[in-house]
């Protein structure tokens, strides 16, 4: 049997990949063959028939020049714009909803924590037909995730979070590749994403449920390190009040401001005089050490659970723009992580 | 064809013993001295390639363990590209010719240019020590903060190495700049000069400006090893991705480092072999320096999944199509330049096809992953892999080949056999577009770079390319072969047995100590075949 030498297409991204790569096949097909047939012709009707003959008289010609100047330039000012735009759809996270998934890689393994269902190590269970963003981080040294069949991949960096999504449309078992070299078990650090229909992963997910989620282990770590002492509206403000911070902008000293998206959380657990918010002095101590990178996932999953005091301004949540619907990833989950998310006093909540 | 006899005095024989070879400050024995050194390194380099290539036969990672197999591909890297590919066309032919095509006695600074291949040599044994000291994991790219944190083998050392290297890079480029500004003979206008001086001048420029970045990433690399600094680790606020950028703001140029003096031996070869002036001789001439300066413009497009902005990475995807433009010229140029030659298929001339072949292939592959949306799904598989094998083996040892074989007479005074010559080329031009051509489906298939251990479905290309390198293998020691007996048995060439146009032609084979019996005066246009008017200059 003669093997595939083709990928598969399986996902939203992988045609428009491939279209544009037939293109710039054919074009350098045209060019191979232009080039290679006009040596031949020339080698052979011009060889040489006579030791001393030398050859015409010819310097150049400015038409020529500019000719096979502009053209080319032209053709690659195509492929450099359908490029951008392939680029710009894969690494841009569309509108709506999407699916959630967190992913840990460190020499040589893939993790993906449960956001409540089960715990996956290289291995990855996601439904057919629907978006997946995934929010990846490395605990050591640079990764990068590679599933061929969908045409996705990213470098995976220690101490960042790193944003990308797909949409598979094929159900099946597809490989997941580490990309970028990271040493001894490098090409070990291999997995498989699996591709469901969606009865078969609601029925996965609510197969694995575990009671202890992101969120809820998040809150355990937010009550053991004491983050309300400060973070709480009863605390004297000493720290933001983080109830429904997510996605939202914050202002900071200095006039500047940021989405407080995942990446931001993170620093500022990390790294809390990088950006401190306007009206509170730089006084919170750095994380780094204390929590690990899975358990900064769990906060950060808390920290979103975390709804907006109904006294403060309800507006917050629902001034959201078209382009920020990742904010709701809980509820897209699966059911059951809603129980998480329901109180919505202060976070130090007792349950 | 001839019965002449060697000049009865030229550099080989006016001094003897290793004394007169270690301290010499003739270009031309300097030259020699690289080509032997080179030529070691070479073998060493293509020893890890062959491991690697057995190794890669089956999908189970069974011949080796995966330790040595990283370090396998590390040190055919780091020795190909620092101590082969870069100083190959430069040090050997750039240091014969570049005294010769201007009309000098030698070059500016002769002393420099010993200097320059012993800081060589000693970067080079410092690098054999770190791996004959247990060897580098790192990948030649010395990516952190894995060659920083997590490698537990010689990075330290093999950065060393390449750090002392660079200083014979830089005062090697200077040494040609210099020469090339200052020393050409009377009426050697810089529109009269042979292509190889504009390329080697591009890529002199290209030595200078940045060997330097190079040679401060990797004292970082090894200053943070070592003093812990936390430049690249993120745990102390450093950051891994600032490797890559000033790592391939050195290393993307240095790409036409090994290729722009490729690009000027084919327009010798191809002018001296269809007997006719390159066509649109200015075009070439400039798109030499185009490629220099844009060179270093287009380092980003090796991060466009490892972090950088969208916005960045369209900025680096088109800068890099327009570094595409002016390779493409040279292509058209010398293609043109065949149209109504008197064309010979002498081997120096295979080459030259063979180069135009690959280099066409390599520069068209090149676009597939300046294209944004198709770089996310190639980069760091197997596409890349073969794209930069088409570029800089297929390219530049084919340019590298066909040069040494064109004065390989002048250079011993003796032709090699003409009818091994072209076996030799044959089973080069077939081993290597059978081992590397499957790599560009596979790396399209998904078959990432680097990997040991690989999924069955793609073993069938991996078999075929293994093969390939068989077949290369043996076309690399076929003139290796050949060209060690044509010293001692080779006919006699006289001064000039193609013949060509350029002063080197001018002078005995091999030449007297000083070149020139008398300082040449340039009176016409380079590869003046048919007897041109100079003012009919594009």
Same mark, same amino acid.
Not at chain 1, 5 to 18: G, H, K, N, Q, Y
Not at chain 1, 167 to 189: I, K
């Given at each position: &049997?003669?093997?595939? =030498?083709?990928?598969?297409? /399986?996902?939203?991204?992988?045609? !428009?990949? #491939?279209?544009?790569?037939?293109?710039?096949?054919?074009?350098?097909?045209? *060019?191979? $063959?232009?080039?290679?047939?006009?040596?031949?012709?020339?080698?052979?009707?011009?060889?040489?028939?006579?030791?001393?003959? $030398?050859?015409? @008289?010819?310097?150049?010609?400015?038409?020529?020049?500019?000719?096979?100047?502009?053209?080319?330039?032209?053709?690659?000012?195509? %492929?450099?714009? +359908?490029?951008?735009?392939?680029?710009?759809?894969?690494?841009?996270?569309?509108?709506?909803?999407?699916?959630?998934?967190?992913?840990?890689?460190?020499?040589?393994?893939?993790?993906?924590?449960?956001?409540?269902?089960?715990?996956?190590?290289?291995?990855?269970?996601?439904?057919?037909?629907?978006?997946?963003? =995934?929010?990846?981080?490395?605990?050591?040294?640079?990764?990068? *995730?590679?599933?061929?069949?969908?045409?996705?991949?990213?470098?995976?960096?220690?101490?960042?979070?790193?944003? %990308?999504?797909?949409?598979?449309?094929?159900?099946?078992?597809?490989?997941?590749?580490?990309?970028?070299?990271?040493?001894?078990?490098?090409?070990?650090? $291999?997995?498989?994403?699996?591709?469901?229909?969606?009865?078969?992963?609601?029925?996965?997910?609510?197969?694995?449920?575990?009671?202890?989620?992101?969120?809820?282990?998040?809150?355990?770590?937010?009550?053991?390190?004491?983050?309300?002492?400060?973070?709480?509206?009863?605390?004297?403000?000493?720290?933001?009040?983080?109830?429904?911070?997510?996605?939202?902008?914050?202002?900071?000293?200095?006039?500047?401001?940021?989405?407080?998206?995942?990446?931001?959380?993170?620093?500022?657990?990390?790294?809390?005089?990088?950006?401190?918010?306007?009206?509170?002095?730089?006084?919170?101590?750095?994380?780094?050490?204390?929590?690990? #990178?899975?358990?900064?996932?769990?906060?950060?999953?808390?920290?979103?659970?975390?709804?907006?005091?109904?006294?403060?301004?309800?507006?917050?949540?629902?001034?959201?723009?078209?382009?920020?619907?990742?904010?709701?990833?809980?509820?897209?989950?699966?059911?059951?992580?809603?129980?998480?998310?329901?109180?919505?006093?202060?976070?130090?909540?007792?349950? | &064809?001839?019965?002449?006899?060697?000049?009865?005095?030229?550099?080989?024989?006016?001094?003897?013993?290793?004394?007169?070879?270690?301290?010499?400050?003739?270009?031309?024995?300097?030259?020699?001295?690289?080509?032997?050194?080179?030529?070691?390194?070479?073998?060493?380099?293509?020893?890890?390639?062959?491991?690697?290539?057995? #190794?890669?036969?089956?999908?189970?990672?069974?011949?080796?363990?995966?330790?040595?197999?990283?370090? &396998?591909?590390? &040190?055919?890297?780091?020795?190909?590209?620092?101590?082969?590919?870069?100083?190959?066309?430069?040090?050997?032919?750039?240091? *014969?010719?570049?005294?010769?095509?201007?009309?000098?006695?030698?070059?500016?600074?002769?002393?420099?240019?010993?200097? @320059?291949?012993?800081?060589?040599?000693?970067?080079?044994?410092?690098?054999?020590?770190?791996?004959?000291?247990?060897?580098?994991?790192?990948?030649?790219?010395?990516?952190?903060?894995?060659?920083?944190?997590?490698?537990?083998?010689?990075?330290?050392?093999?950065?060393?190495?390449?750090?002392?290297?660079?200083?014979?890079?830089?005062?090697?480029?200077?040494?040609?700049?210099?020469?090339?500004? !200052?020393? !050409?003979?009377?009426?050697?206008? +810089?529109?009269?000069?042979?292509?190889?001086?504009?390329?080697?001048?591009?890529?002199?420029?290209?030595?200078?400006?940045?060997?330097?970045?190079?040679?401060?990433?990797?004292?970082?690399?090894?200053?943070?090893?070592?003093?812990?600094?936390?430049?690249?680790?993120?745990?102390?606020?450093?950051?891994?991705?600032?490797?890559?950028?000033?790592?391939?703001?050195?290393?993307?140029?240095?790409?036409?480092?090994?290729?722009?003096?490729?690009?000027?031996?084919?327009?010798?070869?191809?002018?001296?072999?269809?007997?006719?002036?390159?066509?649109?001789?200015?075009?070439?001439?400039?798109?030499?320096?185009?490629?220099?300066?844009?060179?270093?413009?287009?380092?980003?497009?090796?991060?466009?999944?490892?972090?950088?902005?969208?916005?960045?990475?369209?900025?680096? @995807?088109?800068?890099?199509?327009?570094?595409?433009?002016?390779?493409?010229?040279?292509?058209?140029?010398?293609?043109?330049?065949?149209?109504?030659? @008197?064309?010979?298929?002498?081997?120096?001339?295979?080459?030259?096809?063979?180069?135009? +072949?690959?280099?066409?292939?390599?520069?068209?592959?090149?676009?597939? =992953?300046?294209?944004?949306?198709?770089?996310?799904?190639?980069?760091?598989?197997?596409?890349?892999?073969?794209?930069?094998?088409?570029?800089?083996?297929?390219?530049?040892?084919?340019?590298?080949?066909?040069?040494?074989?064109?004065?390989?007479?002048?250079?011993?005074?003796?032709?090699?056999?003409?009818?091994?010559?072209?076996?030799?080329?044959?089973?080069?031009?077939?081993?290597?577009?059978?081992?590397?051509?499957?790599?560009?489906?596979?790396?399209?298939?998904?078959?990432?770079? !680097?990997?040991?251990?690989?999924?069955?479905?793609?073993?069938?290309?991996?078999?075929?390319?293994?093969?390939?390198?068989?077949?290369?293998?043996?076309?690399?020691?076929?003139?290796?072969?050949?060209?060690? +007996?044509?010293?001692?048995?080779?006919?006699?060439?006289?001064?000039?047995?193609?013949? /060509?146009?350029?002063?080197?032609?001018?002078?005995?084979?091999?030449?007297?100590?000083?070149? *020139?019996?008398?300082?040449?005066?340039?009176?016409?246009?380079?590869?003046?075949?048919?007897?041109?008017?100079?003012?009919?200059?594009?």
């Amino acid at each position: &049997m003669w093997p595939s =030498l083709f990928p598969e297409e /399986a996902s939203t991204i992988a045609p !428009r990949v #491939d279209a544009l790569y037939f293109f710039l096949v054919a074009v350098s097909c045209f *060019f191979v $063959v232009l080039i290679a047939g006009m040596l031949l012709l020339f080698a052979i009707k011009y060889r040489r028939r006579h030791e001393h003959d $030398v050859g015409a @008289s010819i310097h150049g010609g400015m038409v020529l020049e500019v000719t096979w100047t502009l053209i080319p330039l032209g053709i690659a000012l195509i %492929m450099f714009v +359908w490029g951008a735009k392939v680029y710009f759809d894969e690494y841009t996270p569309p509108p709506g909803n999407s699916v959630i998934v967190y992913g840990l890689a460190k020499q040589w393994m893939w993790k993906f924590p449960p956001m409540d269902g089960q715990r996956e190590i290289n291995e990855l269970h996601v439904p057919v037909n629907q978006r997946v963003k =995934l929010i990846m981080t490395s605990q050591d040294v640079i990764h990068s *995730f590679f599933v061929p069949d969908f045409r996705v991949k990213m470098d995976v960096l220690p101490g960042r979070y790193r944003t %990308m999504w797909f949409e598979a449309t094929r159900t099946g078992t597809f490989h997941l590749f580490c990309a970028e070299y990271c040493g001894t078990g490098h090409s070990r650090m $291999v997995g498989q994403i699996v591709v469901m229909s969606p009865s078969d992963y609601q029925a996965w997910v609510a197969g694995g449920v575990s009671h202890n989620t992101l969120a809820s282990a998040g809150q355990t770590l937010f009550t053991n390190l004491a983050c309300a002492s400060c973070h709480s509206a009863a605390s004297g403000s000493r720290g933001p009040v983080l109830n429904g911070i997510y996605e939202q902008r914050v202002k900071l000293q200095g006039g500047q401001s940021v989405i407080a998206d995942d990446a931001y959380l993170r620093e500022s657990i990390m790294n809390p005089a990088a950006k401190v918010a306007e009206g509170y002095q730089p006084i919170m101590p750095t994380y780094q050490g204390l929590v690990d #990178d899975e358990q900064l996932l769990e906060l950060i999953e808390y920290i979103k659970t975390l709804k907006p005091a109904a006294a403060s301004a309800p507006s917050v949540t629902t001034s959201e723009p078209e382009g920020q619907g990742t904010s709701q990833p809980i509820t897209e989950h699966g059911k059951s992580s809603s129980a998480v998310s329901s109180p919505s006093a202060a976070p130090t909540a007792q349950r | &064809m001839s019965t002449a006899v060697l000049p009865r005095e030229n550099y080989l024989n006016t001094d003897y013993g290793l004394r007169s070879w270690f301290l010499t400050t003739d270009h031309k024995r300097i030259c020699i001295l690289y080509l032997l050194t080179i030529t070691l390194f070479f073998a060493i380099g293509g020893a890890f390639a062959t491991v690697m290539r057995l #190794d890669l036969a089956t999908p189970a990672a069974d011949l080796v363990s995966d330790e040595t197999y990283n370090k &396998m591909f590390t &040190m055919h890297g780091i020795i190909m590209v620092f101590f082969f590919l870069v100083p190959s066309i430069p040090a050997t032919l750039g240091n *014969f010719l570049i005294p010769m095509m201007v009309g000098a006695k030698d070059v500016a600074f002769p002393k420099l240019n010993l200097a @320059s291949w012993y800081i060589f040599t000693a970067g080079g044994c410092f690098t054999l020590w770190a791996l004959i000291s247990g060897g580098v994991d790192s990948g030649w790219t010395f990516y952190t903060p894995f060659s920083t944190l997590s490698s537990n083998t010689n990075v330290t050392l093999a950065a060393l190495g390449i750090f002392i290297a660079g200083f014979s890079s830089i005062l090697t480029g200077l040494n040609f700049m210099v020469t090339i500004h !200052r020393m !050409r003979a009377p009426g050697l206008t +810089w529109f009269r000069m042979p292509l190889f001086l504009w390329s080697m001048y591009a890529a002199s420029l290209i030595f200078v400006l940045g060997t330097p970045v190079i040679a401060i990433t990797l004292l970082l690399v090894a200053a943070e090893r070592v003093l812990h600094l936390g430049i690249f680790d993120p745990a102390r606020g450093g950051d891994p991705v600032l490797f890559q950028h000033l790592f391939w703001f050195y290393s993307h140029p240095a790409v036409y480092i090994m290729v722009v003096p490729g690009m000027g031996v084919v327009s010798e070869i191809v002018a001296a072999f269809s007997r006719k002036r390159i066509f649109g001789y200015t075009f070439v001439a400039f798109s030499s320096l185009a490629i220099a300066i844009l060179g270093f413009l287009v380092w980003g497009h090796h991060l466009f999944v490892a972090g950088i902005s969208v916005y960045s990475a369209l900025v680096f @995807s088109l800068l890099s199509y327009f570094v595409a433009i002016p390779s493409a010229i040279k292509v058209f140029n010398w293609t043109a330049t065949l149209y109504k030659g @008197s064309i010979s298929f002498a081997t120096p001339m295979l080459y030259a096809f063979g180069f135009i +072949w690959m280099f066409t292939i390599g520069g068209l592959t090149g676009l597939f =992953l300046a294209a944004l949306g198709i770089d996310i799904h190639v980069t760091d598989t197997y596409f890349v892999i073969a794209h930069f094998h088409y570029i800089m083996v297929g390219g530049a040892i084919m340019a590298y080949l066909g040069g040494l074989h064109y004065w390989w007479p002048k250079m011993t005074g003796r032709l090699y056999p003409e009818g091994w010559g072209k076996l030799g080329f044959i089973t080069v031009f077939l081993g290597f577009n059978l081992t590397f051509f499957p790599q560009f489906i596979l790396g399209y298939m998904g078959m990432p770079r !680097r990997y040991h251990a690989y999924p069955p479905e793609f073993q069938t290309l991996n078999v075929l390319s293994s093969a390939g390198a068989s077949i290369l293998a043996i076309g690399y020691l076929i003139p290796l072969v050949y060209l060690l +007996w044509s010293l001692k048995y080779g006919p006699i060439a006289g001064p000039n047995p193609w013949g /060509a146009k350029g002063l080197e032609w001018t002078t005995s084979s091999p030449p007297p100590k000083h070149n *020139f019996e008398t300082t040449p005066i340039v009176t016409e246009p380079a590869y003046n075949y048919s007897e041109l008017e100079e003012t009919a200059v594009v």
